[in-house]
């Protein structure tokens, strides 16, 4: 059984490459940047991994559906209200079917199982947590949700600080927890370290399993050279007073993870990787298209799970 531990759009490249060539998948996911709007409740990146394996992820946005259409928006916008988080029709369904659940007294994590039984999806979607965590980050324009700041005010503003609120008395999905301990190789994806990967690894419970196990745990960085792949991943993590690079990242994961995987331009980094007792190993790490996807899922397993 292979576990990951996911969130953002970098994350749902790798799962893809994972589950094109695995049935026992199961996604640990993120959910610091969920969020109220219009009184639904919004899981991003559950809902990016679950359209990506459904093969209807809008691409070009890396999140919501493609080809949606946003009749709901536009008479929204005819209320009056803010439509900066430019949700398609087809998408508030998700929402809406997902509040009416929890509201009926549901939990994230049946509501997810169902939904994927819905999208024919044979992959696992696991909630790190049933509870609230939420990410927000601090500027000086104040402090906010990470979805104002990165979708409604398009991240313009220095980050001066990350929080992730209610982490410190949130109890881990034991689905979650027993993924990782089942798991014959854990896979940290390459989403932002930060926003993404972070919420879950404020999560006493998951952190604890994950370093009781870490000699199965690998993690791929979101980092080549000093320029993420994608996303503001450093500009979050220039604020923390993080190296923005490889090693920087490493850094981050030390504790929880003995294998890290790097880009072949930063083969040079290898040494400075391997001092913070991480077996490093090198090969492209960009995923641009389902070849690239499944060739980095096919090298986790041949290098790493063997």
């Not at 960009?286 to 060739?295: H, I, L």
Request: glycine fraction near 8%.
């Amino acid at each position: 059984m292979i576990t990951i531990l996911a969130g953002g759009t970098g994350s749902v490249k790798l799962v893809r490459g994972l589950a094109s060539q695995r049935t026992d998948v199961n996604v640990v996911c993120n959910v610091g940047d969920n969020y109220w709007l219009y009184g639904m409740y919004v899981c991003p990146d559950i809902d990016t991994i679950t359209y990506g394996l459904a093969e209807l992820l809008d691409v070009d946005r890396g999140w919501g559906i493609k080809k949606d259409t946003f009749g709901f928006l536009r008479q929204m916008e005819i209320f009056g209200e803010e439509t900066w988080f430019r949700i398609g029709d087809r998408d508030t369904a998700t929402h809406l079917v997902r509040t009416n659940m929890l509201k009926n007294g549901s939990s994230l994590t049946n509501i997810t199982k169902w939904m994927c039984e819905k999208f024919a999806i044979e992959t696992k979607i696991i909630p790190v947590s049933d509870s609230s965590i939420e990410t927000r980050i601090t500027t000086n324009k104040g402090e906010m949700h990470l979805q104002e700041y990165w979708v409604k005010y398009r991240g313009r503003d220095p980050v001066e600080g990350i929080k992730y609120i209610g982490a410190d008395k949130c109890r881990p999905n034991p689905e979650a927890v027993n993924a990782i301990h089942d798991a014959q190789l854990v896979v940290i994806a390459p989403g932002n370290p930060l926003t993404s990967i972070g919420p879950m690894l404020a999560l006493k419970g998951i952190r604890k399993e994950l370093s009781k196990n870490k000699n199965k745990v690998v993690a791929i960085s979101p980092i080549i050279g000093s320029a993420p792949i994608s996303g503001p991943t450093g500009k979050y993590m220039e604020a923390a007073g993080i190296e923005v690079s490889p090693v920087g990242v490493a850094k981050m994961y030390a504790g929880v993870c003995n294998h890290f995987v790097i880009d072949t331009k930063d083969r040079m980094l290898t040494k400075k990787i391997e001092s913070l007792n991480m077996n490093v190993y090198d090969t492209h790490i960009r995923m641009t298209n389902k070849k690239t996807e499944d060739a980095l899922g096919s090298f986790l397993l041949k290098q790493i799970h063997n």
